[in-house]
Structures are given as C-alpha cells and as structure tokens.
C-alpha cells in the first residue's frame, strides 16, 4: 500500500531564505508526482508536475526533484516571500494499468513566511 | 477558461439526512474524481468517473455514492450522514487517459454536520 511522508509538519522561516520541503513514498511503481499548495478555506492550486521518467521540474522560484529509487521528492522554495505562507502538500499518482489513477496524498508542510 | 466548480460552497446538516454536492470540471476535462479533506486523515480518495463510469473506487461505504453526466458534470451523495463526513469535499478535473497532465481542483464544499 502506497504511502506518503511529509517532513517536517510545519516550517516558519524568515523572509528571503531558501528553503527545502521534502516527501518521501513508500511503493517507487508511480505515474508522476505532484506538489500542490493549499491556502485556508481552498481548495488545491497545483505548482509542480514530475513525470516518473523525469528527475526535477522548474517553475518561477520553485524547483521540484524526483528521486523514485529511493522514494523521495523534494521542492525548494528559493528567496521565499510572505505570499509563499500556504500549506504544501505532495502527492504521486498511481500507475493505473498505464493511465493516470487516483492521487494519494502525505499529510503537508504548514509553511509560515515571516516578514 | 473557468476552473473547476463546486456548489454550493458550504452546506449543515444533520444527522441521518442525505446531501448531494456539484462538480462542473474544466471544459474539455472528462476524468472527475473527488477528494475528502479532514484534520485527521488528509485527504483521501473517493471515487473517479470517466465517461460517465465510476474507473476508480477508494476505500469509503457504501453511502458514498456518485455519478457523472454525459457533459462530464459529476454529484456526489453521502446518505444518513453521521458526525465524521464534517469535511471539504474536493473535486478535481483531468484530460485522463494515458495523460500526464496535472489534476485540477475545485475550491471545495465544507460539509458539517450537527
């Protein structure tokens, strides 16, 4: 049964740091995976798509690696902002006979960006 | 291009009643599955429709329940409600398929029950 980590629960940096936040999955058999960033009372705004056959993607300030031999992802946020302040959730997909299956989620990282 | 849309956005309940939410996916989409967001599970999968069948099922009762219109349209329905659905109910739209395209989701419907 598929499971996914993420570490640490909740994170507060100061403005302009670089951060890291990590995931880690338990079954290397995915389609892709997601990071996703969920502010208060919404629902899910995707940030980064990683196909199992790519090792990182890149948007804005935002890298995303893939590591699926060891099970492990992660996302860094670089020269993070208050706005960057959201819940982070990862998530892999499952290789459903070929085609995309269902998501399953880790639990997230609370991130707070203070000014 | 409108988002994926949810209605209604927040619904009470009580206990023992039955509810039905909405989910209109991105034009074009034809995959629908929803999601069920608490404190203390995360979120888990429900169920996925393609095509106007149910492709995919997670691990809920019976009392959850859906379908999906031929315009791709989805409801879900929990019946005789109990205290632990209080939830966001997402949906989220894809291409589907062989696709590795990213799922996109709705802003939810918060579920609470009395």
């Known amino acids: 049964k598929q499971e996914v980590t993420q570490i640490p629960a909740a994170l507060s940096v100061p403005e302009g740091e670089n951060l890291v936040l990590n995931c880690s999955f338990t079954?290397?058999?995915?389609?892709?995976l997601q990071w996703f960033r969920q502010d208060p009372g919404k629902g899910l705004t995707s940030l980064l798509l990683?196909?199992?056959?790519?090792r990182e993607q890149t948007s804005g300030r935002l890298n995303a690696s893939l590591d699926k031999s060891s099970g492990r992802s992660t996302l860094y946020i670089a020269a993070s902002q208050p706005g960057d302040s959201a819940t982070y959730l990862c998530?892999?997909?499952?290789?459903?006979?070929?085609?995309?299956?269902?998501?399953?989620f880790g639990k997230g990282t609370k991130l707070s960006v203070k000014p | 291009k409108a988002g994926v849309t949810q209605t209604p956005r927040y619904l009470i309940k009580t206990r023992g009643q039955q509810v039905t939410l909405s989910c209109s996916p991105i034009?074009?989409?034809?995959?629908v599955s929803w999601y069920q967001q608490t404190p203390g599970q995360g979120l888990q999968f429900l169920f996925e429709?393609?095509?106007?069948?149910?492709?995919n099922k997670g691990n809920f009762p019976g009392r959850f329940s859906g379908r999906q219109f031929s315009n791709s349209r989805s409801e879900m329905n929990v019946s005789t409600l109990e205290l632990g659905d209080s939830a966001l109910y997402l949906c989220?739209?894809?291409?589907?398929?062989?696709?590795?395209?990213?799922?996109?989701f709705g802003d939810g419907t918060r579920l609470s029950i009395l």
């Open positions: 989220a739209s894809s291409l589907a398929g062989a696709s590795n395209q990213p799922q996109h």
């Open positions: 079954d290397s058999a995915i389609y892709n």
């Open positions: 990683i196909q199992s056959s790519q």
């Open positions: 998530a892999v997909t499952r290789d459903y006979g070929g085609s995309q299956g269902n998501l399953i």
């Open positions: 034009s074009g989409h034809r995959s």
């Open positions: 429709y393609f095509s106007e069948t149910q492709r």
